[in-house]
Nanobody, 123 residues
Framework: QVQLVESGGGLVQAGGSLRLSCAAS????????MGWFRQAPGKEREFVAA????????YYADSVKGRFTISRDNAKNTVYLQMNNLQPEDTAVYYC????????????????WGQGTQVTVSS
């Protein structure tokens, strides 16, 4: 059973940084794509970033390119999202997700989800 546990959210001022972690367990993830999504109040869940576990190939939403970095630590089975220069529009619940297979930016393609972690950016 795949389990994903996020941590690292919090309150930060605009221009600040946070690093989110997603601890993955339950299987080996060599054939998986790991994604980060976010959902703000009243909005649909949107793609933020993804990484293919085996190759390390990375994908980003245009809104976060140059500010966010996704990475993974094979030894710790953990995926990270380093978020720099945070802005109020980045405020949302951030979710870690996993899917068997290649990259998609659509949340519906991901079968496993964490519980989410709140990120709040004040202006």
């Amino acid at each position: 059973q795949v389990q994903l546990v996020e941590s690292g959210g919090g309150l930060v001022q605009a221009g600040g940084s946070l690093r989110l972690s997603c601890a993955a367990s339950g299987r080996t993830f060599g054939g998986y794509t790991m994604g980060w999504f976010r959902q703000a109040p009243g909005k649909e869940r949107e793609f933020v970033a993804a990484i293919i576990w085996s190759t390390g190939a990375k994908y980003y939403a245009d809104s976060v390119k140059g500010r966010f970095t996704i990475s993974r630590d094979n030894a710790k089975n953990t995926v990270y999202l380093q978020m720099n220069n945070l802005q109020p529009e980045d405020t949302a619940v951030y979710y870690c997700a996993a899917r068997a297979g290649g990259y998609y930016e659509y949340a519906s393609r991901y079968g496993y989800w964490g519980q989410g972690t709140q990120v709040t950016v004040s202006s």
